[in-house]
């Protein structure tokens, strides 16, 4: 797991999301591979390690590119069906760890795709366009709005480039501007707590499939499959119940299923593993919740370091999932009661959070107003803006 994702964030800013996309893909080839050949456990750890920190750089800043790449109404879209992909390779991982069980060779096999999808992604993945504008490299903006209407066969008069280009100043920011801004200082306190709470209990299901009672591969499996209807599910609660109320509602439901499993005798394994898997249908849920939510309450200059200090949180409670596994020497009750309540907490916070659908994503700090807002709406109502 990744410690480092404020690191990554920091570099983004500087950086670009593009090349940190593909900076963080030939780091996690070369480690993954590397990973194979250690010849201790120290090395291993190191390069595991380094890995974690590059597919952090992915994840982070792919489903940020495609926020700011995307209109209001598909913006939730866009982002989960990338995160879909995470459940695929649940699912092959658990299929191919079944069959390859040396770990040097599944190493190999793991990593080696890297050198197809490098190219791919090196020809294919445009910068953000609406970051390229806040740090006032217009030309590179210009050219990346150009580029994406040719591939969508639209078109684009001068006079809309000429307006975004007069809406857009460079401006950057900063972590310690998050907590300078007191509306934001709000939003990314709040946000570590449901980032945590909800790695906490997903984790904590995750990683704890040997105690379900059933085979640790089939139950892995079965994991990986409940998480493709669980993201892709989680589209329709975004877009009929807000964003608010769903994240709320998914951290209410893991944590209910911890609390509901200390209820189901241990000589009911299925019964169990049932509950497990409704457990991690929403905590699934949730964690793709807060990437689309979590994109939406942080403006574009701060995006990136809001994500990333929220991740890291997120990493904290990764960590601390399977060490809250042994406290049952003290009591068997006490782990479940942990993942169950902790996610209760969080989904107690979310009501605290503005509801973000339908808005337009943030640029700078300055909050709009209501009358700003009305005139987005009024200016493009299917979008709520009259940007790209």
């Known amino acids: ?142 050219k990346e709005v150009l580029r994406a209407a040719r591939v969508n066969r639209r078109t684009i008069s001068e006079a809309m480039l000429s307006q975004l280009e007069s809406e857009n100043t460079s401006k950057t920011g900063s972590m310690p501007d998050l907590f300078r801004v007191s509306y934001l200082r709000k939003r990314v306190l709040i946000m570590n707590s449901l980032w945590f709470a909800t790695s906490v209990v997903y984790f904590g299901v995750s990683l704890n499939v040997e105690h379900f009672g059933l085979d640790i591969y089939l139950t892995q499996f079965i994991f990986g499959l409940v998480e493709i209807p669980a993201r892709m599910g989680s589209i329709l609660f975004l877009e009929y119940f807000g964003r608010r109320k769903s994240q709320a509602a998914a951290l209410f439901g893991a944590g209910t299923a911890c609390l509901v499993i200390l209820a189901i005798p241990k000589d009911l394994p299925v019964v169990v593993t049932v509950i497990a898997v409704l457990g991690k249908y929403a905590a699934t849920s949730s964690f793709t919740m807060l990437y689309v939510f979590t994109a939406e309450l942080y403006p574009t200059i701060l995006r990136q370091s809001g994500v990333g200090l929220n991740s890291t949180c997120a990493r904290i409670g990764g960590i601390l999932a399977p060490l809250i596994r042994l406290l049952d020497v003290y009591h068997s009750a006490i782990p479940m009661v942990l993942y169950g309540t902790i996610p209760l907490i969080g989904g107690i916070l979310c009501f605290l959070l503005p509801e973000t659908l339908n808005t337009e994503l943030q640029d700078h700090t300055q909050q709009r107003t209501k009358k700003d807002a009305d005139a987005e709406c009024h200016d493009n109502p299917s979008t709520g803006s009259t940007k790209f």
């Open 1 to 142: 797991m990744d410690f480092r994702s404020e690191t990554v964030g920091s570099h983004t800013r500087m950086l670009g999301r593009r090349f940190v996309v593909l900076l963080s893909m030939c780091l996690q080839l070369l480690f993954g591979v590397g990973s194979a050949f250690a010849p201790h456990i120290y090395v291993y750890m190191a390069f595991r390690f380094v890995v974690a920190t590059a597919a952090s750089g992915i994840l982070i800043n792919a489903f940020v590119l495609g926020a700011e790449w995307t209109s209001t109404s598909k913006r939730a879209f866009v982002t989960i069906s990338a995160h879909t992909f995470f459940a695929v390779g649940q699912l092959v991982m658990a299929g191919v760890a079944y069959f390859i069980r040396d770990w040097r060779i599944l190493h190999l096999v793991f990593s080696g795709p890297l050198l197809l999808a490098l190219p791919a992604v090196y020809w294919l993945l445009p910068e953000s366009a609406r970051w390229l504008m806040t740090q006032g490299r217009m030309k590179e903006a210009r």
